[in-house]
T-cell receptor
């Protein structure tokens, strides 16, 4: 049981490049989310999904796309990277249902945009 | 919309003392849950404790307890007998399918 996995761990991009951050979970969780964490700050929600085929925007969705074709995978796409997207990105998952269900986090991807 | 406010950017505490980290929240939901997470310098997010809005008792998990005052919309984390390993960032959050997090409090335990 690997939990929530994210690849890559580190990435450096040039302004204007595109890339996909990968996220997978093996716990059969319905809910998955992407957050970004800027230095010294809390986590801000980018996009989330309540099940395969269903996604919605969070607080800071601009510049990012997501899709959820399977329960396990929830990739985050940066369309045209900008220096303002330099951040640590966390993927998380939790089971649907009662509010006490814990949210499990991946180890994070540290992204630098030059 | 939901909002989480943590008003203490940094806290310094002597080892073995108790410490309270403040969290206030705003939501229009009748049923909700509040979570506390610890983020050490290594960066991972570690779940500490959960409090449900309809729970009659304050949550406790080992040295962690939650001082939940629903009318004041506050959910403060209390760490008893602090240890050097408690030095970390602490986040209060409200999580539905996606989550809303506070800005965090950096706790430093001094020997």
């Amino acid at each position: 049981n690997a939990g929530v996995t994210q690849t890559p761990k580190f990435q450096v991009l040039k302004t204007g490049q595109s890339m996909t951050l990968q996220c997978a979970q093996d716990m059969n969780h319905e809910y998955m989310s992407w957050y970004r964490q800027d230095p010294g700050m809390g986590l801000r929600l980018i996009h989330y999904s309540v099940g395969a085929g269903i996604t919605d925007q969070g607080e800071v969705p601009n510049g990012y796309n997501v899709s959820r074709s399977t329960t396990e995978d929830f990739p985050l796409r940066l369309l045209s990277a900008a220096p303002s997207q330099t951040s640590v990105y966390f993927c998380a998952s939790r089971r649907a249902g009662p509010s006490y269900n814990e949210q499990f986090f991946g180890p994070g991807t540290r992204l630098t945009v030059l | 919309a939901q909002k989480i406010t943590q008003t203490q950017p940094g806290m310094f505490v002597q080892e073995k003392e108790a410490v309270t980290l403040d969290c206030t929240y705003d939501t229009s939901d009748q049923s909700y849950g509040l979570f506390w997470y610890k983020q050490p310098s290594s960066g991972e997010m570690i779940f500490l404790i959960y409090q449900g809005s309809y729970d009659e008792q304050n949550a406790t998990e080992g040295r962690y307890s939650l001082n939940f005052q629903k009318a004041r919309k506050s959910a403060n984390l209390v760490i008893s007998a602090s240890q050097l390993g408690d030095s970390a960032m602490y986040f209060c959050a409200m999580i539905r399918p996606g989550g809303v997090f506070g800005q965090g409090t950096r706790l430093t335990i001094n020997p």
